[in-house]
């Protein structure tokens, strides 16, 4: 037998190397492993999703069902309906990459067109490192299906189905994905400039609000508007939609921290205590100026103080979601009062709650937002910083004015393809009939 000397050692040194060889390509493998998500945080960010899309149907197209005359209660509800499906899909093909993508200080990139790179599989980190990348699309999305629903109650019970489509799309396309890219998307200019939105005071109120003035205003009064009675048919409808909304409302801010943690508790709880107090303080400032508490009132405080509490909810602590709620019960009840006095025909008060309500939000969040709630945002006046009460009237000029010029180009444009405005016999008839052909109370002998 031949004794190979040094044959040992190199065995030794081959088995130790094929070890090492070994352990690299283990941890390769490890490094391109996607990453384990939480699923709390996925599962949380889903429900809310859920919640969100809740708040359009059924929660607001009976909201404003309710409050609109008999004739044209399925025509309110088909506005918000059809919205959840044409902004889906304009949402997946290009919305989501105009309003998110990294872009320009003005709008997102065409990089993530028909979802290319949005994965199911694999985190945003930029947004969330916590859940999948297409959990954020979708909770987003149902951001983007709410805000031009809320514009219908000012233009409801006269604007043509056909005029209402384009518009929205138009709308959805051409101002809400560039605000929302201002605000909350990386290199959006607003965001960069340190404006505190936490769930969409400007992006979804204030937008909404002032696209609902300018289409009050381009549309026109209703025929007969201030001259004969127009209550609402359904006030059953209507508080059970205020109710849905206030149930959906805590997916649309506590769901915003994007996380099933101490800030989505500290949200949802800001969110309960503003809707509380401002649905008190409508009902008793209407008690003292109008005699009577009114169920419509209740309803419409609720929302005033869900639209008021919403940019400041992930930042401010329960009292001060208290006074900014109550604030906004008092200043929207008094705002909604004066449109007569203005002598602009909002149906369902869209300005009066939704803009005016979204601006006190947004400025207060400049007054009452504290680190000590959440290390992510920044102090407000009441806590020593007197420049944060400055940004947030930029962030709230700008959305006001790019909102309603915008929109009121976009009408112009509408009316001159397609018409706003449905005849004065299709008014007369009401909108259930002359737009769809239907009837909501067809009832048999």
């Excluded at 384990?36 to 889903?46: E, H, S, V, Y």
């Excluded at 999305?141 to 384009?166: D, Q």
């Excluded at 007969?224 to 959906?248: D, F, K, Q, S």
Aim: net charge neutral.
């Amino acid at each position: 037998m031949v004794h190979r000397v040094g044959s040992g050692p190199r065995r030794i040194c081959l088995l130790t190397v094929t070890i090492l060889l070994a352990m690299a390509s283990i941890a390769r493998a490890e490094s391109a492993a996607p990453p384990k998500f939480d699923g709390a945080d996925t599962a949380w960010l889903l429900l809310s999703s859920v919640l969100v899309l809740m708040m359009t149907i059924p929660g607001l197209a009976l909201f404003y069902g309710g409050m609109v005359r008999r004739k044209n209660v399925l025509s309110t509800l088909m506005q918000s309906f059809i919205l959840v499906a044409v902004v889906s899909i304009q949402w997946v093909i290009f919305g989501y990459s105009v309003a998110f993508a990294p872009g320009s200080a003005l709008a997102g990139s065409f990089a993530w067109v028909g979802l290319s790179g949005v994965s199911a599989s694999v985190p945003y980190a930029s947004y969330s490192a916590t859940v999948p990348h297409q959990a954020y699309m979708v909770y987003q999305c149902m951001f983007a299906i709410i805000t031009p629903a809320l514009i219908t109650g000012a233009i409801a019970e006269r604007m043509s189905f056909k005029g209402f489509l384009l518009f929205s799309i138009l709308w959805t396309t051409l101002i809400y994905d560039p605000l929302a890219h201002w605000v909350w998307g990386v290199g959006g200019w607003i965001h960069d400039l340190g404006a505190l939105d936490f769930a969409g005071g400007t992006v979804v109120h204030i937008s909404s609000g002032a696209a609902a003035l300018a289409g009050a205003l381009l549309l026109g009064k209703r025929r007969g508007y201030l001259r004969e009675p127009m209550p609402p048919h359904n006030l059953t409808l209507t508080i059970t939609g205020a109710g849905l909304l206030w149930v959906g409302w805590f997916g649309f801010n506590a769901g915003s921290a994007l996380a099933a943690n101490g800030l989505a508790v500290s949200t949802f709880v800001a969110t309960h205590m503003g809707a509380a107090a401002a649905t008190l303080a409508w009902v008793i400032a209407e008690w003292f100026v109008a005699g009577k508490p009114t169920t419509l009132g209740a309803a419409s405080g609720a929302v005033a103080g869900l639209v008021a509490i919403t940019p400041a909810s992930g930042y401010v602590g329960p009292i001060s979601a208290i006074v900014i709620g109550a604030a906004a019960g008092v200043v929207c009840f008094s705002a909604v009062r004066m449109k007569t006095r203005l002598g602009y025909d909002d149906a369902l008060d869209v300005v009066g709650v939704h803009m005016v309500g979204g601006i006190l939000g947004a400025l207060l969040t400049g007054v009452f937002a504290s680190i000590a709630i959440n290390s992510a945002g920044a102090n407000g006046l009441l806590f020593g910083n007197a420049r944060q009460l400055a940004v947030q009237a930029i962030a709230v000029v700008a959305s006001v004015v790019f909102s309603f010029v915008g929109s009121s180009i976009l009408l112009v444009i509408t009316r001159a393809l397609v018409g706003i405005r449905v005849s004065d016999e299709a008014e007369q008839t009401g909108l259930d009939l002359s737009e769809h052909e239907e009837s909501a109370y067809a009832f048999e002998a």
